[in-house]
């Protein structure tokens, strides 16, 4: 069996938090005898990641999602569990490890503010030992695929947002990381900036075989790149497996809007609902796991003259935000 | 040990050239520490004019004790930067601590070379015209031994003071704000030293012999250089202990600082 590039095993983070009155005196009280409360920031969390899989890491503010990625990326020792990152315990061998991941925060930098981007580049070089005829090979291709040349001898301080984060996912990938750890790469990004982005991080993914991790809040991103994801909430994972799966399952009503010839008295029938209508136009919304558009379509067409229509799926944005308010996934699937 | 001291002269140089990228504002800090720090002695010795001694100190020996503490501390300031509480409080903030920890190098190597504040030269430069001016005016006798004994004593200083700088820093690690508290030995404890620890009442000597022992790095190698008879309970040996007190509080020093890290380790900010 080929081992896992990542296993991580009923991992747990539990903090302390004071517990005390935001007011004077309890903030003497809290000097005095210390009050804590416990909150688990990670709860038995389990899964395990195949060398080059690309894997979504989702989950709504203040899931366990960045707590997660400090236990995988060694900044933070777990309290109960265990994480095995390519053989080796994260915390444990810190410069050895670290020495083989990389990492890209899209709201940090590990650049040098004040110096041109090539100067940054080469220090990671001395940082990371890496061989002078790798670095050469590596920052060629690079520069390339993230058309860094237009930038490289400018001071990171006046790069445009887009232009650091190439400079900042070329600096991660310098040193031939094996796992590469994404968190917001495109936020704040215009469209053609994202698209960029993305296509560099899958070129990677699939020429490098290196396994990536994405936490991101757009989801578009995800859909985009991950074919699996993890879905987190209070702590828990509460999905893990295909992205089209999950869409699947989820996914609510689809629409169907309709262009009619002239204004008739619109009602809702069979399966169909009317969401809106408005002259000649109107919306109407179908439970797709009990009727297909082809059915939906031809049901509007016997009671109505329809000129035009356009089946509408919803995206998956809007899935995912349906399961994390509705809590979707805390029931167990039908049948089960 | 090559490689770290390599790493370290880049890391440190970066520093440099990202300072002098802004060459007036850099200009300006070093002028202005110097102009600051040397106000301090005139008035000294604008009070000593009127007072002649203290505690039977002349204005040279003052001033060669206190611009020994000043070089000191100066050089200090520039090399543990990193660790001053005031700086390692925004670096743990603003995440910048993390980034370090991603890095596979040695977690200290790194923050000595995340700051390197070249302005606080204005410092020791003013700390060496004080002692220059001190050295001359309390006619020191040279010897060979006073000669090699100086940069020892020096550098008793620049590790003593850092380890202070250490400690502080570390406590970020509980804090995350720097705490007040630690300015008190830091800063304070380098006002303290540029004076007689004679006096100050006995507690303060006490504390500042058995729990932080500057005295040993300033006051007491300086009864050495002045030939003066020591008048605490200390027989003149003594003054030869700055190296082995500064080594041992910059060893303990780090051992907190690794037992801090840990704790970081475990609770994050």
Redesign the interface.
């Known amino acids: 069996m080929i081992p896992k590039m990542i296993d991580v095993k009923h991992l747990t983070k539990t ?2 938090q004071a517990d005390h009155k935001r007011d004077l005196a309890g903030t003497l009280r809290q000097l005095v005898a210390p009050k804590y409360r416990e909150i688990k920031a990670v709860e038995d969390v389990s899964f395990s990641l195949d060398r080059g899989e690309f894997v979504g890491y989702l989950g709504p503010n203040g899931a366990g999602k960045s ?1 997660t990625i ?1 236990m995988l ?5 777990p309290s109960a569990g265990e994480v095995l990152v390519d053989g080796m315990i994260p ?1 444990k061998q ?3 490890y ?2 083989r ?1 990389g ?1 890209v ?1 899209g709201q ?1 930098s ?1 650049l ?4 041109p981007v090539i ?1 940054s580049l080469e ?1 990671l070089q ?4 890496i061989p002078a005829q790798r670095f050469k090979s590596n920052l060629a291709e690079y520069r390339a695929l993230l058309q860094l040349d237009e930038f490289l001898g400018s ?1 990171v301080r006046s790069l445009s947002l887009g232009q650091r984060m190439r400079a900042e996912l070329c600096a991660a990938l310098l040193h031939d990381p094996k796992l590469l750890f994404l968190d917001e790469p495109t936020i704040g990004l215009d469209v053609v900036a994202k698209e960029r982005i993305r296509r560099f991080v899958q070129h990677i993914n699939r020429e490098r075989e290196t396994t990536i991790i994405l936490t991101t809040h757009d989801l578009s991103d995800i859909e985009r790149l991950c074919k699996r994801v993890i879905i987190l909430d209070h702590g828990r994972i509460l999905y893990d497996g295909l992205l089209q799966t999950l869409v699947e399952r989820f996914e609510g009503e689809h629409l169907i809007r309709l262009t009619l010839v002239n204004s008739p008295q619109l009602i809702a029938f069979d399966g169909l609902r009317l969401v809106s209508s408005d002259g000649i136009q109107a919306v109407y919304a179908y439970d797709h796991h009990s009727l297909s558009g082809a059915e939906a379509l031809r049901k509007l067409q016997e009671k109505y003259e329809v000129i035009d229509f356009e089946l509408v799926r919803p995206s998956v944005e809007e899935t995912i935000r349906r399961i994390y308010e509705e809590k979707l996934l805390l029931e167990p699937p039908p049948g089960s | 040990m090559r490689r770290t001291v390599i790493l370290y002269f880049k890391l440190i140089g970066i520093q440099i050239r990202s300072q002098l990228e802004y060459r007036v504002s850099f200009l300006m800090d070093v002028v202005s520490t110097f102009i600051l720090n040397f106000s301090y002695f005139v008035a000294l010795a604008l009070i000593l004019e009127r007072f002649g001694t203290v505690a039977g100190w002349t204005l040279g020996d003052l001033a060669f004790l206190a611009g020994l503490a000043e070089m000191g501390f100066g050089l200090m300031d520039l090399v543990f930067s990193g660790f001053d509480p005031d700086g390692f409080s925004q670096f743990v903030r603003l995440g910048k601590f993390d980034q370090m920890l991603l890095r596979p190098v040695n977690i200290s190597l790194q923050v000595f070379g995340s700051r390197f504040l070249v302005r606080r030269l204005g410092r020791f430069v003013e700390g060496c015209v004080i002692f220059g001016i001190g050295a001359g005016l309390a006619h020191i006798q040279w010897t060979l031994g006073k000669v090699l004994y100086l940069p020892v004593v020096l550098l008793s200083i620049v590790a003593g003071m850092g380890a202070l700088f250490v400690v502080g820093g570390t406590l970020i690690f509980w804090t995350v704000q720097p705490v007040v508290v630690v300015n008190i030995v830091t800063y304070g404890g380098n006002e303290l030293m540029s004076y007689p620890i004679t006096i100050y009442p006995r507690w303060i000597q006490g504390f500042f012999t058995y729990v932080i022992p500057l005295v040993f790095l300033n006051y007491l190698p300086g009864l050495y250089f002045l030939n003066k008879p020591g008048l605490l309970d200390f027989p003149p040996i003594f003054s030869f202990a700055a190296p082995f007190a500064a080594a041992l509080m910059l060893f303990l020093a780090f051992q907190f600082w690794r037992f801090g890290l840990k704790h970081y380790q475990s609770t994050g900010t």
């Open positions: 903090f302390r707590t400090k990326t060694g900044l933070l020792v915390w810190r410069t050895q670290v020495a991941i990492a925060f940090r590990s040098w503010w004040d110096l100067d220090l001395s940082l990371y030992k001071p």
